[in-house]
């Protein structure tokens, strides 16, 4: 699983500072988190394929998260595309899209399919046989929504050394990796256990932003390998994350620790701070693996 931060700053784009917009790759899929003003831009640095993005995450539906949204449409029309586009986000999103794409008389030569999201509890929004994607509904400003994307365990891993030693054949090799059990030819049963190792454990990574300060996100994010927490303000603004529901480095820094995740990242900073590296001597108070987000940073998963 890899994350390519393409955007990770709050409010207004400036010369080094992105809105939110970010790429993960998980399985065979390429996903598209949020898609802040400058994404195109973002992802040409990047050298992320334009083709291999089919599913768009939207938050909410404030500009700094989806300002992108429409010109990135409208560039895989110029580009040819083909392959369907799903673009899952607040109610709203549809009308706003297709708004743009009326008045320019530029419907998009390729199915844009929308996948409108009303609910207040976490549902689940994709699945496919290796990858789920659900809703983790936020505290914002308007209706928001973080996602949680998970691997879905993978098979078996044959052990030849021990399918030899029982001499067993080839053509059952798929039986065993789907997790059968093996007879032999004297009958004797062997166990599936025997014949494989586990499958390498599933990740997960949760995308939380933006967000006030909530732990009712907290059992929805329970364990998960990591987790990209907003971290707007510094404790020395904690009276204006409230006001504006966002949350603070140490407040994301405790969601971290009560979820017990693997690594928080930090990211949708307001540019009024001098040095990102306070967000985290902040949040390392609290919680000892911290990242930094930045634009154009890649995670390793
Ligand atoms: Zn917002």
């Not at 879905?152 to 065993?176: F, H, T, W």
Request: one cysteine or more; a neutral charge.
């Amino acid at each position: 699983m890899k994350l390519n931060i393409l955007g990770c700053y709050a409010a207004t784009p400036r010369s080094l500072n992105n809105p939110t917009a970010q790429v993960l790759e998980i399985k065979n899929h390429l996903f598209l988190i949020d898609c802040g003003e400058g994404t195109q831009v973002q992802l040409r640095k990047s050298k992320v394929r334009f083709s291999r993005i089919n599913h768009i995450f939207i938050s909410h539906l404030h500009g700094d998260h989806f300002f992108g949204l429409p010109g990135l449409v409208s560039t895989f029309r110029l580009l040819g595309r083909k392959t369907p586009l799903h673009v899952y986000g607040p109610k709203g999103i549809k009308e706003a899209i297709t708004l743009l794409l009326k008045l320019g008389d530029s419907w998009t030569n390729y199915p844009l399919l929308f996948h409108e999201l009303t609910s207040s509890e976490s549902e689940l929004v994709f699945e496919d046989n290796t990858v789920t994607v659900s809703t983790i509904p936020l505290q914002h400003r308007v209706y928001t929504n973080g996602f949680l994307f998970k691997e879905k365990p993978g098979q078996r891993q044959l052990n030849v050394a021990a399918a030899e030693k029982y001499s067993i054949d080839r053509c059952y090799y798929q039986n065993i990796k789907n997790g059968r059990d093996i007879r032999l030819e004297d009958n004797r049963l062997i166990a599936n256990a025997e014949l494989t190792f586990d499958p390498p454990k599933p990740k997960s990574y949760a995308f939380c932003s933006d967000t006030a300060y909530t732990t009712s996100i907290v059992p929805l994010i329970k364990d998960v390998d990591v987790l990209y927490h907003e971290a707007t303000f510094l404790e020395t603004e904690k009276d204006l994350a409230p006001k504006t529901k966002h949350a603070t480095a140490k407040e994301a820094a405790s969601i971290a620790k009560a979820a017990n995740v693997g690594q928080l990242i930090l990211g949708h900073f307001s540019t009024r701070y001098k040095s990102i590296e306070l967000f985290k001597e902040e949040a390392q108070t609290i919680f000892s693996n911290v990242a930094l987000a930045d634009d154009g940073k890649e995670f390793q998963l």
